[in-house]
């Protein structure tokens, strides 16, 4: 199969010829494909249609969402649509559908009063931002009992990023953020803040520079800092992820207090993304939160994110800031007006978090055992792939996260951005979605981030098309060395 | 009681002293205040702190939405707060709560299924979208059976003419609205989009130029387009709303067909507004959507919203955008990223909107009839005033919205908008808000909405505040005549 004309099935759907529903005409979408031609009359239709900016988030957008728009299209069912879109890109765990179906249908959940179905106050309803608080305070470990004043809920992570920044930095400031960084904060940054994301490159490979594979340096800060001044930049802030996304891994207690020192000396914020938090499913793992810490280095300038993820519940599309800094939730507020929850959520949202005793004795065990399990499965698939090709698949993750960050540079004839493009559409030709290095900011081509967090059925079928991928690039991959020597 | 000291209560709780949740503490908001002064330690520290346009949207929120944090924090309860703010400012309809809890409880609404749980479509669900079309295409009177292709749903009405702004314009280009408009789209333009509105101020006496009170007359677009283009300003758009608002009014078809001839004209935008156009009360008025026309002028350029405000449920937090143009839909749907519904509520409303029965058997002749009898009654005590302080009270609405346009410049002296602001803090002095017509860009002082949709017992309470406020500002203008005359 041709990986080319492999992924034209989605393309057509969407550009109209398709009966489905995503059956959008996107001109925009078009133009950023790559071979397709914009025509004079269609620039000029769309030029004074939508506005430049219109077409620079429209571009932006669909040149790095085209899998999760053809994913919704053509979803995998195992009755209704066994030839969809398998998709391990997006990071969403759907291994605990069956116990927050269960918990969600429970009587206290459908309740509605009066507030719920008006205007909220747009910081998020005082009672879920109280819960909230509760929540923080117990499985962050925090050592004061946090206060619902200091937290903020928006409807996604993502937004409240873009609102955080927006309110820290103004256009052409710039944040350092140690890549690879999850793609999902890269677009917000997009869309309205203006901010330059300046990548402080963590390699896989020991060197003078990296003494570990994968290990965020201060060395590294303070260099990329003095670079973006030498620039004349204004960095602002230093972005985290922690427990980091893609690399599954959790930030040692030491290092965590590094980076804020690093933050406190050069006057940057912290924006610290805790999303998986609690799905850190091996038990011998301790992760850090920095509400944890005794006392923070900076506090008016560390700004915690957590949200959905930990729950699999995305789809209640909700966000939550916890920031000691008084100004920060002051200015943050008017964004609720554009990026609020619904009232009949946040009260769901409430009473799930409150349920203190499902959460530890029911949902947790359960879903850690899962993700275990759906970890162990994939590392066994990608061991027996490796004996099948002969060929050594390296990854990332230590148990935690629902992703494994996978170098399948090997692959890779030449090692260049445009064969990891290569290989990543062999696996949509297998209607397989993985999520590419570059997305990340990664600098190494050849990496993919695999998300495991799957139920059984889907990931055995999921890894039983990667294993086909693998096979095609195999072939492919010999076929270039063999012209290679030919030709040299 | 003084005016200035009336509104220091809420002022105080939000700086911090108060104990209530609402206390925040908003330096920000403090410099907007009136006489408010920011120490130099303060402003360095806020400086440092927040970005420029941090503190700017800060600024602009809280010095338009000091009454709406005031409510927040103390809201009138009948038995729990009676001394609480009541607030007829904002518009929502609560004369339905009980309908809609009945509904919203029944069994059909508690469901939860894999995909509502996950990420969605960024337009929507398709099935809501579906329902959403099929909604639209009945309630508006379309001709052609509308498409779910062409729906996009996003987390509030607000939320949809800020996307479409960012789409449709560039900074600085202009958007052409008829003042008085309402101030949910005059600040939803101020957090992302840069765009100018340029009012075209329609006046309530008539002239030369306004044969009717309150009538936009196309004359007066061309000259506002044309002054507009002498200043070099690039106008890209006519933003409408029907039924108006604050107005109360609906436009006639014929006027409909001249503004979208205009615009074609022109190659303009419409962004038409009709949120309430399922809040027509009296029934010898004909509402006519634009989707109702048997054929659009420049349909690729003619943009409905439609939203929460019919149903009384603001706090769903959604907004629908129903476009032919596909790339504009194409062009919204990244914004689905930051601005999304949760699939649980997405569900509810599915479920609601598909109910037609029960909508017009049950919620419309309802609502209708308590619409008209709250309206009623509070024509009726504005008569009895007028009667009371011997002075004429005139007012818009003629039978459709949730909202009455009150002009009250007969008691201010002089007639200016510094006036107009003593009037409004006199109302709030008697825990009572209004939303007064400077923030609906109006330019002539005097003039505030009143929405009446509210409990008859909190109504009742509330046209008792109104009245008082109205005597003692009825004794203040007295008092500022007799100074007048003996300056004089």
Redesign the interface.
């Known amino acids: 199969m041709d990986s080319n004309q492999g992924f034209s099935k989605p393309s057509e759907a969407q550009a109209?010829t398709g009966t489905g529903?995503?059956?959008?005409?996107?001109?925009?979408?078009q133009r950023d494909q790559p071979g397709a031609q914009q025509s004079d009359s269609e620039a000029t239709?769309?030029s004074?249609?939508?506005?430049?900016?219109?077409?620079k988030?429209?571009t932006?957008?669909?040149s790095n969402?085209q899998d999760?728009e053809a994913y919704?299209g053509d979803r995998y069912h195992t009755v209704l649509n066994s030839l969809g879109f398998l998709n391990l890109g997006?990071s969403?765990n759907?291994l605990c559908?069956d116990l927050?179906?269960e918990r969600?249908?429970q009587n206290d959940?459908?309740y509605?009063?009066?507030?719920?179905?008006?205007?909220?106050?747009w910081?998020g309803h005082?009672f879920l931002?109280?819960e909230v608080a509760k929540f923080l305070s117990y499985y962050c470990g925090s050592p004061i009992r946090l206060n619902?004043?200091n937290v903020v809920l928006l409807?996604?992570c993502?937004?409240v990023f873009?609102a955080l920044a927006?309110?820290?930095?103004?256009?052409e400031?710039a944040v350092l953020v140690p890549t690879p960084f999850h793609s999902g904060f890269l677009?917000?940054a997009q869309?309205?803040t203006q901010v330059e994301l300046i990548p402080v490159h963590v390699g896989s490979e020991i060197t003078n520079t990296n003494t570990q594979p994968f290990e965020l340096m201060i060395g590294k800060l303070e260099q990329a800092l003095l670079e973006a001044k030498t620039k004349n930049k204004k960095v602002?802030g230093l972005l985290l992820a922690n427990p980091q996304n893609p690399l599954g891994e959790v930030n040692m207690k030491e290092s965590l207090k590094e980076y804020l020192k690093f933050a406190k000396r050069n006057?940057l914020h912290v924006i610290i993304d805790e999303t998986y938090m609690l799905s850190v499913f091996d038990e011998t793992i301790i992760f850090h939160s920095v509400l944890s810490l005794e006392s923070l280095p900076d506090p008016?300038?560390t700004h915690v994110i957590w949200g959905s993820k930990d729950f699999?519940?995305?789809?209640?599309?909700?966000g939550i800031l916890y920031t000691h800094?008084?100004?920060?939730?002051?200015?943050m507020?008017?964004?609720g007006?554009?990026?609020?929850?619904?009232?009949?959520?946040q009260y769901?949202l409430r009473r799930l978090l409150g349920d203190r005793d499902w959460i530890n004795r029911v949902y947790l065990p359960i879903n850690h055992s899962r993700l275990q399990e759906a970890y162990g499965y994939v590392i066994k698939r990608l061991h027996e792939l490796e004996e099948q090709f002969g060929f050594k698949i390296t990854f990332r993750s230590i148990g935690c996260g629902l992703y494994i960050w996978i170098n399948l540079k090997r692959l890779l004839e030449p090692c260049t951005f445009e064969e990891e493009l290569v290989l990543h559409r062999r696996f949509l030709d297998h209607k397989l979605i993985l999520s590419r290095g570059k997305s990340y900011m990664f600098k190494e081509p050849g990496w993919f981030r695999l998300m495991f967090a799957e139920h059984s059925q889907r990931l055995r079928e999921a890894m039983d098309r990667f294993g086909q991928a693998i096979e095609e690039q195999k072939q492919y991959w010999i076929q270039k060395m063999l012209e290679d020597e030919v030709t040299s």
């Open positions: 109209g529903d995503t059956s959008q005409a996107p001109l925009v979408m239709f769309l004074q249609t939508l506005s430049n900016r219109g077409v988030i429209s932006f957008y669909y969402f999760y919704q997006i969403e759907r559908v927050m179906t969600l249908c959940m459908n509605i009063e009066e507030p719920l179905l008006q205007y909220p106050d910081r005082p931002r109280a619902l004043r409807n996604s993502c937004a873009s927006m309110v820290l930095c103004d256009p400031d677009f917000s869309m309205y602002k006057e008016n300038r699999g519940i995305t789809g209640f599309r909700f800094n008084d100004d920060v939730v002051s200015a507020t008017p964004f007006y554009l990026h609020s929850v619904s009232g009949i959520t769901k």
